[in-house]
C-alpha cells in the first residue's frame, strides 16, 4: 500500500457504488514516498492554511494541474477538497466527488490519491497542499512544488542530479542545499585565489632576491677572476655574460685557463726610488695618455708606479 494514502479502499467502496467522502492525503511526521523524496508533514499547518485561503482544493488526474495547466493544456478537477482534518494518523480530506471522479474510480485506472505539496526551503517542512491527483501509481509521479508557481515542481532532472553527487549531496537533496554547498565551494575557492596570490607574491620577492644575490656572486668571481690573472679586464663583460648563462661552465673555463695573466697585476718598475726618481736616474712623475691608456687596459693601478 502506498504509505501516503489509504486511498485504495476507494476501489472497494466503489464497487457498491459509492466512493468515500473521507480520503487520506498524507502521514503525520516525516516519512519517505517510494521514489525515495523525503517529506515532513503537520497536518494542523495545512488544515491551517486552508482554512486561512477559504479555497477548496482540486482533485486531478495525472497531476494534470501541475504538468499541463502551466502550458496551457486541460487541466479538469474530477472533485473538490472542501475541508482538510489533522487527525493522529495523518491529514484527511472530505471531498465532493464529481462524476468524471466517480468515473474514473469505478474503472480502476487511477486506484490511489497522490497529494502536490509546498516545502518551505530551509526546514523542508510541508507548509501547503496545492492539490491532489488520481494517479496510477502513487508517489512516483507526485509533485512537491517549491512555490505557488507549478513550475518549479518539477523533480531533479538528471543534470540536477549529476551536480548533486559531484557536490556529494543526496538524490533527494533540495535547490537550496546543492546552491548552498556551491556558495561554500565559491567561497573556498576565493580564500584559495587570495592565498595563491599571496605565495606568488612572496615567490616573485624570494625570486628577485635571489636573482640580485647572484648576480652579486657573478660580478665577484669574474672580479676575482681578474685579480688572480686569469682573465683581462678586457673579458669582464664577456665573462659576466658566460657566468650567467652558467656558473658552472665559467668555473670550468676559469680552472682550463689558468693564471696566465697574473704578470700583469705585477709592477714593472723596482720599488726602490729616490724623491720619485728611479734609481737609473729617470725621473717619473707622470705618464703619457698613451701609457695610461695601456695601463687602464691591463687593468694596473698607475698610482701603484709611484709608491715611495
Known sequence: MDPLTDISTLAVITQEGQPPSWVKLALR?????RD????????????????????????DVDHSTVNKAKLGGDAPAVGWIEELSAREDGLWGRVIWLPEGERILAAKTHRFLSPAILEDKITGKATWLHSASLVAAPALAMGTLASADPDTSKAMTSVDLTIASALGLSADATGEQVAAEITLLVAKSNGFEAHLNALQSAFKSLSSEVANSRSERINQKVEDA???????PALKDFCITLASSSEELFDQFCVKMGTPFAYLQKTTIPDRMEGGVHSTGVKLTTLNSDATRIANQLGIQVDSLFRG
Open 36 to 59: 525515495g523524496r523525503s517529506f515532513d508533514v503537520s497536518p494542523e499547518t495545512l488544515v491551517e492554511r486552508f482554512n486561512a485561503d477559504g479555497i477548496p482544493i482540486p482533485i
Open 29 to 33: 511526521g516525516k516519512f519517505i514516498g
Open 226 to 232: 681578474i685579480r688572480c690573472g686569469t682573465i683581462t
